[in-house]
């Protein structure tokens, strides 16, 4: 879209774009075209002699277990992650939406910790449940009589990362249920209620159908996040182990380009996580298409 | 709400105080490890009331991890960052709304696709650019045989190699990060609800369009400018994955990665209160933005759909 009235000038506009421009082309496009060209290459560690190997990278990839473990893994991971902390985020939004006094101080102490990096989240968890330290370690050794180590047992390592990721997450679904339960109108809970329809039937029927545009796109947001940005929890937390166990596929491209040297495979890698992100950021705009319907 | 509901009331009120109290418990218990010594840190189960440690636990970990000048780091990453995303994404914007030119289109497009392009999928390639930021028109040269080209007109060997590295400087930690489609949307979002009038009152007056910029559309970006700085201060402050990659002294290294040196590993000892106290420290600074600036925060996180 342009504007009706614009300026006209030759240079202006180019000399505008073009900080923009070339940070996108070096840091993002040149190493994008890089993956894609060295997923079909076969290079040696150093990158002095490659090789065209079509799709070898690929059809070696899909060949692994480990990396389908890897997909199953980073699946599981981010439907438990977003599942859990939608959850919580929606179960307290929908109670803070009902209360009318102290509403700052309750939004205050649910969002800080958004602020907080992923490590920093890791570490405290970590510490949290550790099985010789932590007291949540303890406490169900205790009460449950389940001993808890997340660093010799990949299920209990797998449960930690997911919290400590659902965790930081909550701030932000809580952020966007507020705004989502605030733009539904007063007078269509108001008129249910007359017709008396109970708090909870009202919630089933009215809110929750109005929210789903909100719900679908946090959804995709928070498969995005637990995809792409936990690497800084399992780098702290469990380092990918143990056996492998929290070895998601953004975790396996850093280990195996970087520790293992295995840049074709990375590369192969990489692609596969481009075409994901790419069908993850169409879902997500699919929602702003509904999003515009619902309020025009 | 309407009716009177007193049970439910109270069910509404309980699940608020749990749901406020799983959030907090991890910092509550956080702020008491890092108040303790190492012995009462590592007795089971910790003791829940304070010690009076925590200003020596503060000072190891700001002297082991190293917490000063790094502290100082993951600020001119955050501020570099910041500033660098808000001033070309409102460059960027500007041209696309207010201009009328040839690549326009593509322009907006490419900024839009690199919304796909999160560092986490191209990891190995961004840190070879980084390692060598010419490396991309050497190759290109190299594919159009410039060497021997010249070469040839010459009549000597010529060899064409043109390196600078990024890795572990300040340039290298902000410059990959300062692309932001998310920016860019929200301010031509925002320039196209300005109304035209302001445009064409500017330009009856002689004003040029740089002028118009500065005197108009930046004082009324003043509230979405606000709201990105809280938004990407914090995303600045808690990279991890990118300095990780391309800092290896650890005088260019930020906090957070810092961090890392301060967990006990299994045959140390279990220094848990520093590394938590380091954690406390690490992330004052970012939670302070959120609380202090709640309401940019709020609607920047909505805003950019971040």
């Known amino acids: ?296 | 709400m309407v009716e009177k509901t007193p049970w439910l009331d109270l069910l509404t009120y309980t699940l608020l105080i749990l749901g406020i109290g799983i959030v907090g418990f991890p910092l509550f218990y956080t702020i008491i490890a890092a108040t303790l010594p190492v012995e009462e840190v590592s007795r089971i189960p910790m003791p829940l009331i304070p010690g009076d440690q925590l200003l020596v636990n503060l000072k190891t970990a700001w002297i082991k991890g190293n917490l000063g000048i790094q502290m100082w780091n993951s600020f001119i990453m955050a501020a570099g960052i910041t500033f660098g995303k808000i001033s070309v994404s409102m460059l960027a914007a500007f041209a696309i709304v207010y201009f009328d030119f040839r690549f326009r289109k593509i322009a907006f497009v490419s900024v839009f696709c690199t919304l796909m392009l999160p560092v986490e999928v191209r990891i190995l390639p961004t840190y070879e650019v980084t390692a060598n930021v010419f490396g991309p028109i050497q190759r290109i040269m190299e594919v159009f045989c410039m060497d021997t080209l010249i070469g040839f007109f010459t009549g000597s060997r010529f060899r064409i190699s043109i390196e600078f590295s990024l890795l572990d400087s300040y340039a290298g930690l902000i410059l990959p990060l300062v692309a932001s489609a998310t920016a860019t949307f929200l301010f031509r979002q925002f320039f196209l609800t300005v109304p035209e009038e302001l445009c064409e009152a500017a330009k009856i007056d002689g004003a040029s369009p740089m002028k118009f910029f500065t005197r108009i559309l930046l004082p009324l970006s003043k509230t979405n400018i606000a709201a990105l700085i809280v938004i990407d201060f914090i995303y600045g402050w808690n990279q991890y994955l990118w300095p990780l990659l391309i800092t290896t002294n650890p005088r260019m290294s930020t906090a957070v990665i810092g961090l890392i040196r301060l967990i006990p590993q299994m045959e140390d000892l279990p220094t848990w209160n520093v590394a938590l106290a380091g954690s406390l420290i690490v992330m004052l600074p970012p939670v302070l933005v959120v609380l202090f600036m709640q309401r940019w925060f709020v609607k920047g996180l909505v805003d950019t759909e971040k």
């Open chain 1, 1 to 296: 879209m342009l504007k009706r009235s614009f300026f006209s000038s030759k240079y202006l506009p180019y000399l505008l774009i073009l900080p923009q421009t070339l940070v996108i082309l070096t840091f993002f496009y040149w190493p994008a075209a890089q993956a894609l060209f060295q997923s079909f290459m076969l290079s040696d560690p150093f990158g002095v002699n490659s090789q065209f190997v079509w799709f070898d990278n690929f059809s070696r990839l899909f060949k692994d277990r480990y990396y389908w473990k890897s997909i199953g893994i980073t699946f599981f991971f981010s439907f438990s992650t977003a599942l859990l902390s939608i959850s919580i985020g929606l179960l307290v939004a929908a109670m803070a939406n009902r209360v009318l006094k102290a509403k700052a101080i309750i939004r205050t102490f649910l969002i800080w910790p958004y602020a907080i990096a992923p490590a920093i989240s890791g570490i405290v968890w970590l510490f949290l449940f550790h099985p010789s330290f932590g007291v949540i370690a303890y406490s169900v050794m205790r009460w449950f009589g389940i001993h808890w180590n997340p660093i010799l047992d990949g299920n209990d390592a797998l449960f930690l990362v997911v919290i400590a990721s659902a965790w930081k997450q909550i701030s932000y679904n809580f952020v966007f249920f507020i705004a989502g339960l605030q733009s539904i109108p007063k007078s269509l809970i108001e008129a249910a209620a007359i017709d008396g329809a109970s708090p909870l039937r009202r919630f089933w029927v009215i809110t929750f159908p109005l929210l789903s545009p909100t719900l679908f796109f946090l959804l995709v947001m928070n498969v995005v996040y637990a995809f792409f940005e936990t690497f800084g929890i399992i780098h702290t937390v469990t380092q990918g182990g143990p056996g492998g166990s929290t070895m998601t596929m953004v975790y396996k491209v850093y280990k195996d380009g970087f520790v293992g040297l295995d840049l074709g495979s990375s590369a192969a890698q990489s692609v596969v996580l481009m075409i994901v992100i790419v069908v993850l950021t169409v879902l997500q705009f699919k929602y702003v298409e509904k999003k515009v319907q619902y309020t025009g």
